[in-house]
């Protein structure tokens, strides 16, 4: 996690929280939450010093779920207007998010309207997990109204909430094994007006895809029939994961048949022996075999193999679609950075580069 990430939680930041629970409650002892949450905060991450701060909100707010609860929705700013820029200010209502999760199971009803509220300001897919998992019944019927709810935010919880991988939280181990259990939420929110809620789904099945890929292909190639041009976007996104992965299907899905009989030419790289920490331009040119009379789909995808830690690692760099005729050439470009990523580390030794045509490699 971003080292500058968890600075936002600050002892001014908690001095803010107190200041605005103070607000609505006034006999909230400021002081002692302050310096509860602030304890030990500096060796915390960005996740664990707003647990701190949830876990301050629970000792010093009343000991009354329902009461505590009240007092933090009184408490909160205005929603959200848009659903990009919108900058950090939004994790201000992390700490309430989690109190709602760790504290809030055993309060239902209460604990659902306090994430329909806090998912307007910020996002309560943290919190919505637990409840899902463990009150599945009790959850669909609210989540299928909240689908057709006018704000987008709420619409978008219903399938980020239930994303079976979502980022910095635990898997959703129900979905993982019964990925059907969301299925009649997304297909709810598949043509949904907002592309915010539209990424989401895609998202979320391209998270079921690396699970169950022939469950999320089935269902893709449903949706394909007839699609209109958001629905279509949707489903390139959810598919990209397969794509890259060379998965035939995915591809079909996507309107492009088995890889045409085609030639690479001109190969460059440069520099020709790079070095770890430099940028690699990889040049080439692709044309159809002397005897293909028609156009074809072409997508093209770069796959890099290369060693890792403990064995071979793979990883694959979009390059280009298009329609390749006979005739044509179709000229390729792609910079790729050998610089050490948090998310991926390089280590010495022969990295191997083929071209993926409709999925299938060509050295």
């Given amino acids: 996690m971003a080292q500058a990430l ?12 107190a200041a605005s629970i ?12 302050i310096g509860f949450s602030c304890d030990g905060l500096a060796d915390l991450e960005l996740m664990p010093r707003a647990q701190r701060i949830s876990q301050g909100l629970r000792a010093y707010l009343p000991a009354r779920y329902e009461q505590a609860v009240e007092i933090l929705m009184l408490s909160l700013g205005p929603p959200l207007s848009a659903t990009e820029n919108n900058g950090l200010e939004p994790f201000f ?11 809030g199971l055993s309060h239902f009803v209460i604990s659902m309207a306090a994430q329909y509220e806090l998912t307007q300001r910020f996002t309560a897919e943290f919190s919505l997990r637990p409840y899902f998992e463990t009150q599945y019944e009790a959850c669909m019927p609210v989540l299928e109204r909240w689908a057709c709810d006018p704000n987008e935010h709420v619409r ?3 399938s980020e909430g239930t994303r079976p991988r979502l980022p910095w939280a635990p898997k959703l181990a129900s979905v993982i094994q019964q990925p059907q259990r969301t299925a009649a939420l997304l297909e709810s929110l598949k043509d949904d007006t907002s592309l915010y809620v ?4 895609a998202n979320h099945l391209n998270d079921i895809g690396k699970d169950n890929p022939d469950y999320m292909l089935r269902l893709l190639e449903g949706w394909a029939q007839d699609a209109p041009a958001p629905r279509r976007w949707l489903i390139k996104h959810a598919l990209r994961s397969a794509v890259k992965r060379g998965n035939a299907r995915a591809i079909s899905v996507l309107g492009f048949g088995a890889a045409p009989d085609v030639v690479v030419q001109s190969v460059a790289l440069t520099p020709a022996k790079p070095q770890l920490g430099q940028t690699l331009l990889i040049q080439a040119a692709l044309t159809l075999a002397s005897d293909a009379c028609e156009p074809v789909d072409v997508l093209v995808d770069i796959k890099m193999d290369f060693p890792g830690l403990s064995g071979w690692r793979q990883k694959v760099f979009k390059v280009t679609s298009g329609l390749l005729a006979p005739g044509e050439t179709l000229r390729l470009q792609k910079t ?3 610089q050490p990523m ?7 030794g022969e990295f191997m580069f083929s071209l993926l045509v409709n999925g299938t490699p060509l050295p």
């Fill in 6 to 17: 968890k600075l936002f939680f600050s002892a001014h930041k908690v001095a803010q929280v």
């Fill in 22 to 33: 103070a607000a609505v409650y006034p006999a909230f002892n400021r002081r002692a939450f």
């Fill in 93 to 103: 209502y992390l700490p309430h998010v989690f109190f709602v999760r760790d504290y």
């Fill in 156 to 158: 978008r919880l219903v």
């Fill in 198 to 201: 539209r990424r989401s789904v």
């Fill in 336 to 338: 790729i950075s050998l």
């Fill in 342 to 348: 948090t998310t991926r580390t390089y280590y010495p």
